[in-house]
C-alpha cells in the first residue's frame, strides 16, 4: 500500500489568521490541498478587480490555473516560498506546508505589484478595455522588494507555527473511514461517485485520485466488494436463498453480471459458495442435535 497521503485539515485559529494577514496588506491570502483545491481563504478571498477582467474579458481563466498548477509543482521541488509573476503582469508568492517532512498542500498570498517594475504589454488589450484595465492594474497593493522579503519571512512564521501547533494535520485514515462507512450503509442502494463526494464534502476527482494512489482501486471496486461481502453474509445467514434474490438484494441489477463478477472475484461460482454454506449449515444442525 502507498504511503497515506496528507491533506490539509485546518482549524478556525487558521481562519483568524489568514483574515489578519490579508486584511494588514490588502491581499487575497488561500490554502490548497496537495491537489491544488483551496481549502480555507482570508477574508479577502475575492479576485481583484485586474484579475476578474483578465479572466472575464480576455478568457484568461485557463491561463491562471495552469500556472497555478505549474507553480505548485515547482514549490514542492524547491521546498521554499516562490515569488512569481503571471501572464497578466500580477504577482503571486507560494508556499509549500510540511507536516511531518512531507508536502501536505499550499499557502497563496498574491495579487499585488512590485515598485519599479514594468507595466503590462497593453497592446494585448482590445483599445476600448485598456483605460479600465489600467486603472485596475494600478490599484493593486504595490510592494517594494524589501517589503516583499519581511512578508515571506511572516508567511514562513505562520506555516511554522501551523506545523507546531498542528493546526494542520494528516486526515487521510479519516477521509478512508468515511469511504468505507458510506459504501456499506448503502452499498445495496444504487449509488454513484458524485452522490458520496456530494454527500462527503470532497470533489470526485479527490476522492478517485485518493483510492487510485494509495489503495490501487476504484470507487467501483469498492463498491462491488462491499456487495460481494453482503451477498457472502446472506448465504451464511441463510443458504437456502437463491443466486436471483441475493444478487438483488445485494444491489445487482441483473444475475448474470452477479455471477460473473462473483465467480471472477471468489474464484468460485455463486451457486457453488451457496451449496458450501448450505453443506456447512448442514453440519452446523447435525452438530447440535447430538449434543
Known amino acids: 500500500m502507498a504511503e497515506m497521503p496528507m491533506e490539509l485539515f485546518l482549524s478556525d485559529e487558521v481562519q483568524g489568521l489568514l483574515d489578519d494577514f490579508a486584511s494588514l496588506l490588502d491581499i487575497r491570502v488561500t490554502f490548497y490541498s496537495l491537489a491544488g483545491e483551496p481549502l480555507r481563504r482570508g477574508k479577502e478571498m475575492r479576485n481583484c478587480a485586474y484579475c476578474s477582467l483578465v479572466q472575464e474579458k480576455l478568457d484568461g481563466y485557463s491561463r491562471c490555473v ?8 515547482e514549490a514542492v521541488k524547491k521546498l521554499e516560498i516562490i515569488n512569481y509573476r503571471c501572464h497578466a503582469g500580477v504577482h503571486e508568492c507560494l508556499a509549500p506546508v510540511q507536516l511531518r517532512g512531507r508536502v501536505a498542500g499550499f499557502v497563496m498570498f498574491g495579487q499585488f505589484r512590485i515598485e519599479g517594475e514594468s507595466e503590462p504589454d ?4 482590445p483599445v476600448a478595455l485598456r483605460e479600465e484595465f489600467k486603472k485596475s492594474y494600478y490599484e493593486l497593493p504595490c510592494f517594494t522588494e524589501e517589503k516583499l522579503e519581511a512578508v515571506q519571512g511572516v508567511l514562513k512564521t505562520l506555516i511554522d507555527y501551523i506545523a507546531v501547533r498542528e493546526l494542520a494535520v494528516l486526515q487521510g485514515d479519516r477521509l478512508r473511514n ?6 456499506e450503509k448503502h452499498a445495496a ?5 458524485p452522490d458520496m463526494a456530494k454527500k462527503l464534502g470532497r470533489s470526485v476527482s479527490t476522492i478517485s485520485q485518493f483510492l487510485r494512489n494509495n489503495y490501487q482501486t476504484s470507487f467501483k471496486g ?3 466488494d462491499a456487495r460481494l461481502r453482503m451477498a457472502e453474509k446472506m448465504w451464511r445467514d441463510d443458504p437456502g436463498a437463491t443466486v436471483a434474490e441475493v444478487a438483488f438484494a445485494s444491489g445487482f441489477c ?19 459458495f451457496r451449496s458450501q454454506m448450505r453443506r456447512a449449515g448442514e453440519r452446523c444442525v447435525s452438530r447440535e442435535k447430538e449434543n
Open 66 to 73: 495552469l500556472m497555478d498548477c505549474n507553480k505548485q509543482q
Open 122 to 125: 497593453w497592446r494585448e488589450i
Open 178 to 183: 468515511e469511504i468505507d462507512i458510506y459504501i
Open 189 to 193: 442502494e444504487d449509488i454513484r461517485l
Open 222 to 224: 469498492l463498491l462491488l
Open 254 to 272: 441483473d444475475q448474470f453480471y452477479f455471477s460473473r463478477v462473483f465467480s471472477r472475484r471468489k474464484g468460485m461460482p455463486p451457486g457453488k
